[in-house]
């Protein structure tokens, strides 16, 4: 089956089944050809008018768009329609035509791949992702001045089938209709490209970034594509194919049911509320905590600030965007983690010499406090957005007490400062510490007694426990933050912050996972900071389990040996609750030891 099967990036959930169709939607072969002298100034304005009709064109796109995935995803088309009113690039065509006497359709191409080269080249992935939607206006544009229809293409698809092409740009995703393409397949795109955002607004499955998917896939093949775990299985077999379609429905049904718990509180059978707040590392992640009702932010990662621009973010800058973030969620607390900055993630004015071993060097708050006046104007916009709303701060890879000491001393000394200038702020403000170290976990008694709250930050703590890089793809299946060493240190942080009165939370990828989510509530834990996609399926998990079963599954669980243990006892515990096949398509139960009431 292996080499039937094609891997992807699932961008947008689902499963199709259908015949291939292979567009091979590319640049328009363009004749050269050289025009009169006198015929220049009309190629120049058959430019204009061709940019004209294909901007009330892309009007258009945007509208149905507007219909179909949403006001803010047809924003997508500005994009599109911004690149048609860029006068540089525009004179840029006209010049061509003129010098060289060239035809407008000859001049857009010369002057098209020029941009894509220039693109390319630049290596960012920001640029390469808008690639498509510039492609797909280039293509129009010449295909409007060759007087042919772009949209031709379209209409051989007579049956559902599955769309396979190199490349796919909004214009053309937006126009697609459900009961013909049931599924899309291309070798280019991320989860961030546009085409992917409007297939997953509309609803169809999609699959992006499939290497080799134009040479692999013949026209009219049978394929199963699955957007959830972005594959493509070429010439299913009937077993296959039965498989894929109860693996659908299992998809639809839960799906539905995700619908019904967003407005439901998260409460577990025996009454524990859990509190879950979302983790926003970008400000388009924002709308997708609201929309699942997080419960405030518990983890708002601020080296966005600073990694995507060249200077230091302001103090207004960043007050201004605490305090939205913070409005956005208002009633609930946003905690802003401070500057985790370090390793590879070094901006120009923090660049030292490179280190050996910069995941063990010069990191995080080691860094802010050696560059007080940095850490001082993060502190003085966090005071000043608690004016406006529940604003608590964190500092990440605490491993000494007087890391805590010394950032509440920054703290009260800025908020006297700020004070004193008349400026309008808090005296003061919650100061947590993020547990993702062993030797924070370990003392966090101590921690605890001198902050206001811990957060385990379970992706550090699993890498320096159990010294296995997080980034390192080959050391993935040594990457357990379930691994009982790990939950050991998770029980003790737990245990610490409750005899303290102070509360603790977990705000790691791990709290994402429904089932290990299911093992934090049973070590302690009542407040989960999730990644926002995954809001809504723990909310569900957490809906459908007891606090008990998962207090005795983590007691199990401090007793295992391996990790591999754990899992398998987290899941025979939670398939008494919970029909596992609906949250985890591939999960397997221990061979022999199925308990009698599993649905699955
Ligand atoms: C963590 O380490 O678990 C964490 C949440 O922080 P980050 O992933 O940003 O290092
Ligand atoms: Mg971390």
């Excluded at 094609?6 to 025009?35: C, D, F, N």
């Excluded at 999609?206 to 959830?228: H, K, N, P, S, Y």
């Excluded at 919650?430 to 930050?457: H, I, K, N, Y």
Aim: proline share 5%.
């Amino acid at each position: 089956m292996s080499e039937r099967l094609l891997k992807g990036i699932g961008v947008s959930a689902g499963i199709a089944v259908g015949p291939a169709v292979v567009v091979r939607w590319t640049m328009p072969e363009v004749p050269h050809r050289v025009v009169p002298r006198s015929q220049v100034e009309k190629e120049v304005r058959r430019l204009r008018a061709a940019v004209r009709d294909v901007k009330r064109y892309l009007q258009e796109l945007k509208t149905k768009a507007e219909d179909r995935a949403g006001v803010d995803e047809a924003r997508i088309f500005d994009a599109q329609l911004l690149m048609l009113e860029d006068k540089q690039f525009l004179s840029g065509v006209a010049d061509l035509i003129r010098e060289n006497r060239l035809t407008a359709e000859k001049a857009f191409e010369f002057k098209a791949l020029e941009v894509r080269d220039m693109w390319t080249a630049t290596g960012s992935p920001r640029l390469k992702d808008r690639l498509a939607d510039f492609s797909g206006v280039a293509i129009r544009v010449i295909e409007h001045l060759m007087h042919r229809g772009a949209d031709e293409l379209w209409e051989g698809i007579t049956q559902p089938s599955v769309v396979v092409a190199k490349e796919l740009g909004p214009g053309l995703t937006v126009q697609l209709d459900r009961e013909h393409v049931v599924g899309l397949v291309s070798e280019e795109g991320t989860r961030t490209s546009h085409a992917a955002i409007l297939a997953h607004s509309i609803g169809i499955p999609a699959v992006f970034g499939v290497a080799g998917a134009m040479q692999r896939i013949e026209q009219g093949t049978t394929l199963v594509m699955d957007g959830t775990r972005g594959t493509v299985l070429l010439n299913p077999t009937a077993p296959e194919i039965a498989e894929a379609r109860a693996r659908e429905r299992r998809r639809r049904e839960l799906a539905s049911q995700l619908e019904e718990v967003v407005e439901q509180p998260a409460v577990t059978t025996d009454g524990v509320r859990i509190r879950l707040r979302g983790n926003v590392d970008l400000p388009d992640e924002i709308r997708a905590a609201q929309e699942h009702r997080a419960e405030g932010v518990g983890l708002l990662r601020t080296e966005f600030l600073i990694t995507s621009h060249t200077a230091l973010p302001t103090e207004d800058e960043q007050a201004e965007y605490f305090r939205r973030v913070g409005e956005a969620f208002a009633g609930h607390p946003v905690v802003v983690r401070t500057y985790d900055l370090g390793g590879d993630k070094l901006p120009g004015p923090f660049r030292v010499q490179a280190e050996g071993n910069p995941q063990l060097g010069w990191r995080a708050i080691r860094v802010c406090l050696d560059r007080p006046e940095i850490f001082r104007t993060q502190l003085r916009a966090a005071l000043r957005a608690a004016v406006h709303a529940d604003i608590h701060v964190m500092i990440p890879l605490v491993t000494r007490l007087d890391e805590v000491d010394r950032t509440r001393a920054l703290v009260s000394e800025e908020a006297a400062n700020l004070a004193r200038d008349g400026v309008e702020a808090k005296a003061s403000l919650p100061v947590g510490v993020m547990v993702e170290t062993p030797a924070a976990a370990v003392m966090a008694d101590r921690l605890a007694a001198v902050s206001d709250f811990l957060s385990v930050g379970t992706n550090d703590l699993t890498q320096y426990t159990l010294v296995v890089d997080r980034g390192n793809a080959r050391l993935a299946d040594r990457f357990n933050p379930h691994d009982p060493s790990v939950l050991r240190l998770l029980k003790l942080v737990a245990d610490a912050a409750r005899a303290a009165g102070k509360p603790a939370s977990v705000c790691g990828e791990m709290a994402s996972e429904p089932l290990l989510a299911f093992l934090l509530i049973g070590l302690g834990y009542e407040t989960l900071s999730v990644a926002p996609p995954a809001l809504p399926l723990v909310k569900w998990t957490v809906r459908q389990v007891g606090a008990a079963r998962a207090r005795a599954a983590a007691e199990q669980a401090l007793a295992a040996r391996t990790a591999d243990e754990v899992l398998d006892l987290l899941r025979l515990a939670l398939a008494e609750a919970v029909d596992l096949k609906l949250l985890d398509p591939d999960a397997r139960l221990p061979a022999g030891r199925r308990a009698a009431s599993l649905n699955v």
